[in-house]
């Protein structure tokens, strides 16, 4: 393992250890809390520019394998771990945390106080931090991070979304016979916006009788309004994403466009924000989000507590009540987790019911959304 040195933007300095890529990386630093899935978390495309730090103490256990992908690459910053276990233990695992890193220019530190960081990190927020292996001195670190862009100066979406469109053919895994489930027979047709979409997400709508078009983030909203109108796509789902939502503009303006032809929309994290800022109603910024996959939420019609996979530091105002039915009430916080517009066509979740890591106690929202296009 190589030394690596950390520094925060509110001073704090502090070294380790590197079991990851031998680089030197900037970006905002936040904490998860699930007890398991870190390979999901990783190759999440929501956390593009952002260093992890995992509150489960002992992780690279399971090692890595190319079906718990999330998608095609890993895209986070950096991995942050209270202990790294470079010996792994799992049938399914094809190689070791370590080496799926370097092969992914992803820096990794352990033989650090996690708890520290995670205690400081909800005491102050998230932040920008530098990591590198390759330079030790303090004020040389505080001077390339100052330089450095901050998170919500960077479009990401750029970066991790498709630059084709494809039809995704998968349904969701089968852990008793180890693959995925093929396409069911299609009861309705999407077009799937791509900021970020994790391929679980996919996976419960196809599962839920959706044949899914994933198209990339250059979408024009004319083209899918004459799909619509010609019956080729019966409605269209907005995908979850990295970095501030307020960046998006010809996103949004696109997005106003099928709100105001009243298409059928389902959006997901960045795709709740999306729509809630298109409707007029912008974002804000919590002190240090919700990342993991033990957050309650209480479903408002059913009255039952959902525990679900929470991954977003953006969040919609409570004003969008005045155009929207309040659907979920994250229970930590009480902010706002689900909304059901009163245009009737158009209803977002902030959490995410597909898991990957995580419980699944919200599948059934993928189901909600067929029964939106078969109305």
């Known amino acids: 393992m190589r030394d690596v040195w950390i520094y925060l933007e509110n001073g704090t300095y502090l070294s380790a250890k590197s079991f990851g890529a031998d680089t030197t990386a900037v970006g905002e630093i936040v904490f998860n809390?699930?007890?398991?899935?870190?390979?999901?978390?990783?190759?999440?495309?929501?956390?593009?520019?952002?260093?992890?730090?995992?509150?489960?103490?002992?992780?690279?256990?399971?090692?890595?394998?190319?079906?718990?992908?999330?998608?095609?690459?890993?895209?986070?910053?950096?991995?942050?771990?209270?202990?790294?276990?470079?010996?792994?233990?799992?049938?399914?695992?094809?190689?070791?945390?370590?080496?799926f890193l370097e092969k992914h220019g992803i820096i990794g530190i352990c033989d650090i106080d996690t708890r520290f960081i995670t205690k400081m990190l909800r005491t102050e927020g998230a932040m920008m931090m530098i990591a590198s292996t390759q330079v030790s001195d303090k004020e040389e670190l505080k001077q390339l991070l100052e330089k450095s862009p901050r998170i919500e100066e960077i479009n990401y979406i750029e970066e991790v979304s498709t630059k084709t469109s494809y039809v995704h053919r998968n349904g969701i895994y089968d852990p008793f016979n180890f693959r995925y489930n093929d396409a069911p027979a299609p009861k309705a047709r999407i077009a799937a916006i791509d900021f970020g979409v994790k391929r679980?997400?996919?996976?419960?709508?196809?599962?839920?009788g959706l044949e899914v078009e994933v198209l990339p983030n250059t979408f024009n909203a004319d083209e899918l309004i004459a799909r619509y109108d010609a019956k080729e796509i019966d409605g269209v789902f907005l995908s979850n994403g990295p970095g501030d939502p307020l960046v998006l503009k010809k996103e949004q303006e696109e997005i106003k466009k099928l709100i105001e032809r009243k298409i059928p929309l389902f959006g997901i994290c960045l795709g709740h924000q999306l729509l809630s800022i298109a409707h007029g109603y912008d974002t804000h910024k919590?002190?240090?989000?919700?990342?993991?996959?033990?957050?309650?939420?209480?479903?408002?019609?059913?009255?039952?507590?959902?525990?679900?996979?929470?991954?977003?530091?953006?969040?919609?105002?409570?004003?969008?009540?005045?155009?929207?039915?309040?659907?979920?009430?994250?229970?930590?916080?009480?902010?706002?987790?689900?909304?059901?517009?009163?245009?009737?066509?158009?209803?977002?979740?902030?959490?995410?019911?597909?898991?990957?890591?995580?419980?699944?106690?919200?599948?059934?929202?993928?189901?909600?959304?067929l029964q939106l296009l078969q109305r």
């Open 33 to 99: 809390t699930s007890m398991s899935g870190y390979q999901e978390i990783i190759t999440d495309p929501s956390y593009a520019g952002q260093f992890v730090t995992f509150t489960m103490p002992e992780i690279g256990n399971v090692g890595v394998n190319e079906e718990d992908m999330e998608s095609t690459s890993a895209h986070c910053k950096g991995i942050i771990v209270r202990q790294y276990q470079k010996e792994y233990s799992n049938f399914r695992a094809e190689e070791a945390l370590h080496t």
């Open 286 to 369: 919590l002190k240090f989000g919700h990342h993991g996959g033990n957050h309650p939420v209480k479903n408002v019609k059913t009255g039952m507590v959902e525990i679900t996979a929470q991954n977003h530091n953006y969040n919609v105002p409570e004003s969008v009540r005045e155009i929207a039915e309040v659907t979920h009430i994250n229970l930590f916080d009480n902010t706002i987790e689900g909304l059901r517009y009163n245009s009737g066509h158009v209803f977002s979740v902030q959490h995410h019911p597909e898991s990957s890591p995580g419980p699944k106690e919200s599948r059934y929202i993928f189901s909600e959304f």
């Open 200 to 208: 679980n997400i996919l996976n419960e709508l196809t599962e839920a």
